[in-house]
């Protein structure tokens, strides 16, 4: 295995290794929850630098798309969270630049937040839409929009945090969840992070700075003094050298493969670092870094509910209903707006249990069948099955299910829906 | 094909395949009646007969509206797909008969016994129609179900996947669910003994219907609103109101239709027989207020306090908890008074509710969705200062109540008043605009809770509660004015086409958006979709249905007026047959 450095440097096609079609497919899955044969094409056409460099634009929406998001944003008025979550499906299954979602979706498990105890469906849409917006820039300002996000004060309690009586939980979690980490700061850190943030509080759904309740006496934070308020509480952990790595080595989770060792760790924090925290930059880093494209990422990680119910249905092409999408996401453990706790959903194996197996098995039937409990739409697909399923499982899984698997696929099929409830349900599959 | 005649279209061969039929008249120049091919067991019954321009409407429409579930309807999808428009004209385009009915035999194949249909046909072109049937056999090949051909009593007949067995009995051609019962109509067509009925629907409409009672039981309709939850989330006032409908029809007797139509106009009428101590005599009629902002108007002619006391025999198991929670949770609101005796029983049966459309008093209330105004309309037995006293101070409780639960949710509260208007006095409700509102950016769009300014307001003996305090303002002008509608009947429909397509058209851009998310709709196809239902709500023009106690039976009537110079339903019971 190459050092944790040479790890982190650009996966040089020809040399490193081919740039084919089990790459792009990797890629793809990655980057944009999954695709079509036809978009897995496209990068192969245009080559691994500019294919992520495509893949990571975010550009403002438009077109089609941008008038799809006007009929969307009619529907806030009705301040229905599953129409809410209805309306973020629907982003993910029809925005031509998917990897905006995907990294919105990400740092809504690192910022997890619920409706649950924000009450407030409109409050979450426009958490939501900052972490849209903020997600893929500078992570500074990002934490800076959190700080001040209505969503984000009601569920940690900042109407609470009081010059006089401070509240810790935003402080705590700031450093704990959202920068550092566990271990990389004391309990007095906390406190006087807490008595920084004091007076930032939430009215009428808007932030509002209660000046009377802000603490504006010295205070010493991560070694940094003087009258701090919030703004340079959040300097103060960028400045950490545990920043880095933390929220790195989360981004190298959700988009390589999990539990980078600590040297990997250290390595990944520094490129953060020397990428001024920029979220894009780095992301583009890792996926095209030699870790991306190694054996032992392919094929690495439990694809979250979101992730397979999406990327399913991407890759198929298909229209579905977004409400029932969601639903169906609830049911495989994964309810968007609703994390389970500040830790936001654990991931990983955590995804696959008794329950959550039967739910996906039941996602995989459902997408097969037109007309079903998703309305789907017909694919019209009249292709031999043995070409149906020879795409699939190359885009799916590179094509990586035993002979004998594949076989019985197609013998066992007497139908389209048939053969593609067998593949979406492969245990293959559950991994991207 | 507008969208009333698809409709009842839709709901006349629903009603068909539904449930029950009878006895056929005989066709002076067939050389068999459907009363031959079919003894015994039939469920329902429904004619078209020569010269009917529903022979002329009704292909197109099962080509185009109806969606048929299972192997029937992908073989019809997959036929849509190659035939023209002409093509079911060609097959159904003359006199048809269609008979639903239960089998129970398994002579030609192992079919269970199930509900069954039989049409009988009589093509304009034998020839052509022929040539359709081969057309019909190569989709069913492409849509990859089996086919067979075989030989029945000298008879060739030919299935079509599962679902389907057609033969041709001389130039009828006779088209059955299974072949069991294509095999019944053989030995019909074969057997001149076989006895007919003598009672049959009317003959010389443009449809008759006639459904036996012996399966309507299983029809759904007010006995599964009564008896059954409605879906997964049972509407339990539903099940009380038509529940002492429902009680009234009786377990036998047919029940007689009949469908006549112009260009403009449309009617369906059904009677159903009612049991011997169902209601026979015409009630009183109700005047309802009206303002030229009436979208829809409905009227139902229930006892509440009978209702409320009797509700564990008229609502289903399922929903009992829910009552009984209810009838606490009300009782509380009315200072612990009990809700039957003390304040349903003090109701005349008369219950009415009126749709309109929202008229905004402030512009800076305006929300970004306007929903319709909804105002029941309800009438005191008697003048009584203290039922009155209660019900405000119930209302009142109630919004208490709801601002509680509002400000834990850190919405907006509502703030009461009582505003006079013409010696009346408005009791009403308004949100608190800009206060502890969910979403109080400049540039949020105002939320649809903006729709809600509950009003309560005392006319003399009449009660209106609603949604809207300028609908409820309205409406109290209207009786003032005595700008009323006399309803008799038991119950009353009324919907304005016209005005509701309006009211779609304000709510075009989050209904579009509706079908971006349920159905994956590209933006552009569901604005599109939505144009054309508010299109064809405006052609559909209005709307009325009621029911109607006659002597012996219930008279259920639906009526479709088209906006246009030529308002008369023709009747056509002169035409030829």
Redesign the interface.
């Known amino acids: 295995m190459p050092a944790s450095s040479d790890q982190l440097l650009p996966y040089r096609p020809g040399i490193d290794g081919p740039f084919g079609r089990t790459q792009a497919n990797h890629l793809l899955r990655r980057s944009s929850f999954g695709g079509t044969a036809a978009e897995r094409d496209a990068l192969l056409d245009q080559g691994l630098p500019a294919a992520v460099e495509r893949l990571t634009a975010t550009p403002e929406p438009s077109g089609a798309f941008a008038d799809e998001l006007q009929l969307l944003d009619a529907l806030t008025p009705l301040e229905d969270a599953q129409l809410a979550r209805a309306a973020w499906v629907a982003r993910m299954l029809h925005d031509p630049h998917p990897f905006r979602e995907l990294l919105t979706l990400f740092w809504h498990g690192h910022f997890a937040t619920s409706i649950e105890k924000v009450g407030r469906v409109r409050l979450m849409q426009r958490q939501v839409a900052m972490l849209r917006e903020r997600g893929p820039g500078s992570l500074r300002a990002l934490l800076s929009a959190v700080a001040h996000d209505p969503a984000m004060i009601i569920w940690l309690d900042g109407n609470a945090n009081r010059r006089h009586h401070p509240n810790e939980n935003f402080a705590r979690e700031l450093f704990e969840l959202f920068t550092l980490g566990e271990g990389q700061y004391a309990e007095a850190d906390v406190l006087e992070a807490a008595r920084a943030f004091s007076g930032w509080h939430e009215s009428g759904g808007r932030f509002r700075f209660a000046a009377g309740e802000h603490d504006d006496g010295h205070k010493q934070v991560l070694g940094a003094s003087g009258t701090l308020d919030g703004e340079d509480v959040i300097d103060a952990a960028l400045a950490h050298p545990a920043c880095g790595e933390h929220v790195g080595s989360a981004l190298f989770a959700y988009l390589v493969r999990p539990d980078p060792g600590p040297e990997l760790r250290r390595s990944l924090g520094a490129l953060y670092r020397e990428s001024d925290y920029d979220t894009r930059s780095f992301c583009r880093a890792l996926l095209q870094s030699r870790a991306f494209f190694a054996p032992e990422s392919r094929l690495a990680l439990v694809r979250s509910p979101v992730a397979l119910a999406v990327g399913s249905v991407r890759s198929l092409g298909i229209s579905v209903d977004s409400r029932a999408l969601a639903l169906a996401m609830a049911d495989m453990g994964q309810s968007l707006l609703a994390p389970p706790s500040v830790k936001g959903w654990d991931g990983g194996g955590a995804w696959l249990n008794t329950a959550t197996l039967l739910a996906r098995a039941n996602l995989a039937v459902a997408l097969a069948q037109a007309g079903g409990p998703l309305g789907v739409t017909p694919s019209g697909d009249e292709r031999p099955l043995q070409r149906v399923r020879d795409e699939l499982l190359d885009l799916l899984v590179d094509g990586a299910v035993p002979g004998w698997v594949s076989e019985r696929l197609v013998s066992e099929a007497n139908s389209h829906a048939g053969l593609l409830a067998a593949i979406l349900s492969l245990p293959e599959v559950q991994y991207a | 094909m507008s969208i009333c005649r698809a409709l009842l279209i839709g709901l006349a061969w629903a009603a068909c395949s539904a449930a029950p039929a009878r006895a056929t008249p005989q066709e002076a120049d067939a050389a068999w009646t459907l009363d031959q091919l079919m003894p015994g067991g039939r469920l329902a019954w429904a004619r078209v007969p020569d010269g009917s321009s529903l022979a002329r409407d009704l292909p197109p429409a099962l080509l185009h509206h109806i969606s048929l579930p299972g192997e029937l309807g992908e073989l019809l999808n997959s036929w849509r797909e190659h035939a023209d428009e002409g093509a079911l004209q060609e097959l159904l385009g003359g006199p048809s008969e269609l008979a639903v009915y239960q089998t129970e035999g398994q002579r030609l194949s192992g079919s269970a016994g199930a509900r069954q249909v039989l049409l009988a046909t009589r093509p304009p072109d034998c020839q052509r129609a022929r040539a359709r049937i081969d057309e019909l056999t190569a989709a069913c090949a492409r849509a990859g179900m089996p086919t067979h051909e075989g030989s029945y009593r000298g008879v060739t007949y030919r299935r079509l996947g599962r679902q389907l067995v057609l033969a041709w009995l001389g130039e009828q051609l006779v088209i059955a669910s299974n072949d069991e019962l294509l095999a019944d109509a053989v030995d019909g067509s074969r057997d001149p003994t076989r006895a007919r009925s003598a009672s049959k629907p009317p003959d010389s409409v443009e449809l008759a219907l006639a459904l036996d009672a012996l399966h309507r039981k299983d029809f759904k309709g007010l006995r599964m609103a009564r008896r059954r939850p409605v879906g997964r989330d049972a509407l339990p006032i539903l099940q009380l109101l038509l529940g002492p409908l429902g009680e009234q029809l009786a377990d036998s007797g047919w029940a007689l239709g009949t469908l006549q139509h112009s260009a403009q106009a449309l009617s369906l009428e059904l009677n159903l027989p009612i049991t011997d101590g169902g209601t026979r005599a015409a009630a009183s009629a109700i005047d309802l207020p009206m303002s030229e902002f009436s979208l829809a108007a409905a009227v139902l002619r229930v006892d509440l306090g009978d209702v409320w006391r009797r509700r564990e025999a008229l609502a289903s198991q399922q929903v009992q908890p829910r009552l009984a929670k209810l009838d606490r949770s009300i009782s509380m609101l009315f200072a612990g008074r009990s809700l039957a005796e003390d304040v349903l029983s003090r109701l005349r049966p008369e219950l009415a509710l009126v749709l309109g459309s929202h008229a905004f008093e402030r512009d800076d209330s305006i929300?970004?969705?306007r929903l319709p105004a909804a105002c029941l309309v309800a009438r005191l037995r008697s003048r009584d200062d203290s039922l009155a006293s209660l019900l405000v101070v119930a209302f009142q409780s109630t919004l208490a109540g709801v601002n509680m639960q509002r400000a834990?949710?850190?919405?907006a509260p509502f703030l009461l008043s009582s505003l006079p208007h013409r010696g009346v006095i408005l009791h009403s409700a308004q949100l608190l605009a800009?206060?502890?509102?969910?979403?109080?950016?400049p540039t949020?769009?105002?939320?649809?809770?903006f729709n809600l300014t509950p009003c309560l307001a005392l006319v003399g003996d009449r009660l209106l509660l609603g949604s809207s305090t300028a609908q409820v303002r309205r409406l109290v002008d209207a009786l003032l004015d005595e700008e009323t509608r006399s309803v008799r009947g038991l119950a009353w429909l009324a919907l304005d086409g016209a005005s509701l397509a309006d009211e779609l058209e304000q709510a075009r851009?989050?209904l579009?958006?509706?079908l971006?998310?349920?159905?994956?709709?590209?933006?552009?196809d569901?604005?599109s979709e939505v144009d054309r239902w508010v299109a064809e709500l405006r052609d559909a023009g209005r709307l009325e249905a009621d029911l109607t106690s006659m002597p012996g039976s219930l008279r259920a009537r639906l009526q479709l007026q088209r906006p246009g110079p030529d308002a008369d339903v023709h009747d056509e019971r002169s035409g030829d047959d």
Do not use: W
């Open positions: 929300p970004s969705l834990e949710e850190g919405h800009g206060e502890g509102s969910g979403d109080g950016s949020a769009p105002l939320s649809a809770d851009l989050p579009a958006g509706r971006v998310l349920l159905r994956g709709s590209s933006a552009d569901a604005l």
